[in-house]
């Protein structure tokens, strides 16, 4: 079992910057084996791909809505996935969460996520 902790959520004026971190711990948990993702679930909305990363960080994909904003990054030393987030504006205002997927490699299906956050709040308003 894996557990995911996320921080570095809070409140932000738009234009501003986040950095965002998700700590993951395990007994038989292997963090460079995984992919991780992260997902926002805006205000009464669905929750919504932002990036992913693969196991080594070679290969990264991100929703358009925040690409050329947005970095995901990892640290295997430290078992912990990163998300930069640049020129933030009121539309990303949500949960964040993270998760681990089942596999190494980038894939894109919810279901391919087994373990989540519990999630950390960002709020960009003036």
């Known amino acids: 079992q894996v557990q995911l902790v996320e921080s570095g959520g809070g409140l932000v004026q738009p234009g501003g910057s986040l950095r965002l971190a998700c700590a993951a711990s395990?007994?038989?948990?292997?963090?460079?084996?995984?992919?991780m993702g992260w997902f926002r679930q805006p205000p009464g909305k669905e929750r919504e791909f932002v990036a992913i990363?693969?196991?080594?960080?070679?290969?990264?994909d991100y929703a358009d809505s925040v690409k050329g904003r947005f970095t995901i990054s990892r640290d295997n030393a430290k078992n912990t996935v990163y998300l930069q987030m640049n020129d933030l504006n009121p539309v990303d205002t949500a949960v964040y969460y993270c998760?681990?997927?089942?596999?190494?490699?980038?894939?894109?299906?919810?279901?391919?996520?087994?373990?989540w956050g519990q999630g950390t709040q960002v709020t960009v308003s003036s």
């Open positions: 990363i693969n196991w080594r960080g070679d290969n990264i």
């Open positions: 998760a681990a997927s089942l596999y190494a490699i980038v894939t894109f299906e919810v279901s391919d996520f087994d373990s």
């Open positions: 395990g007994s038989t948990f292997t963090f460079g084996h995984h992919a």
